[in-house]
T-cell receptor, first 114, second 113 residues
């Protein structure tokens, strides 16, 4: 089965700790994305990667970091600098970068910082 | 600056009737529009899309209409089914921004049996 996996589904961390969210895809997609969803809001883009070994900041990158060392993997680190990290985090991928390329989403990780 | 807005946070319809979800945008450079459906605690799934050269696109029970002059799009679901109950997001992109999508806030659709 091809798809996007995110783990874990629920994650709890103490304030001040860095935490890394996993995202893996076996769709052979070039482009990958991280979004954040807060209650009553749409999805906001954190980081994106057009191709392996490349990534750019999205609209709300402050306090986050990513890497793209393998085509299938795009982990997101939520650092202690992120002021309000509790949210639902979604990873997505598309065949390639460019308009008209539909994005496929993973099941999400709900991060709660205590 | 909210470039894509879904002004109705919620919509309730009877099973078998039409559901109409609306979306407005302000950026005239947007030229590709998508609708996603999302169940609680899951990722969104793609429903249907439309490019700016069209004013209508149909896929089974789902039809998207685009009115460029009004900067408005709508998603029609006919007939509505209880399994359609979910949050629906519209999203838009422009060619110069590649794959970057701007999402609306979402509308919670409830289809009552």
């Amino acid at each position: 089965d091809g798809g996007i996996t995110q783990s874990p589904k629920y994650l709890f961390r103490k304030e001040g700790q860095n935490v890394t969210l996993s995202c893996e895809q076996n769709l052979n997609h070039d482009a990958m994305y991280w979004y954040r969803q807060d209650p009553g809001q749409g999805l906001r883009l954190i980081y994106y990667s057009q191709i392996v070994n490349d990534f750019q900041k999205g609209d709300i990158a402050e306090g986050y970091s990513v890497s793209r060392e393998k085509k299938e993997s795009f982990p997101l680190t939520v650092t202690s600098a992120q002021k309000n990290p509790t949210a639902f985090y979604l990873c997505a991928s598309s065949i390639m970068w460019g308009i008209y390329n539909e994005q496929f989403f993973g099941p999400g990780t709900r991060l709660t910082v205590l | 600056d909210q470039q894509v807005k879904q002004n109705s946070p919620s919509l309730s319809v009877q099973e078998g009737r039409i559901s109409i979800l609306n979306c407005d945008y302000t950026n005239s450079m947007f030229d590709y529009f998508l609708w996603y459906k999302k169940y609680p605690a899951e990722g969104p799934t793609f429903l249907i899309s439309i490019s700016s050269i069209k004013d209508k696109n149909e896929d089974g029970r789902f039809t998207v209409f685009l009115n460029k002059s009004a900067k408005h799009l709508s998603l029609h679901i006919v007939p509505s089914q209880p399994g359609d109950s979910a949050v629906y997001f519209c999203a838009a992109s422009e060619e110069t921004s590649g794959s970057r999508l701007t999402f609306g806030e979402g509308t919670q659709l409830t289809v009552n049996p």
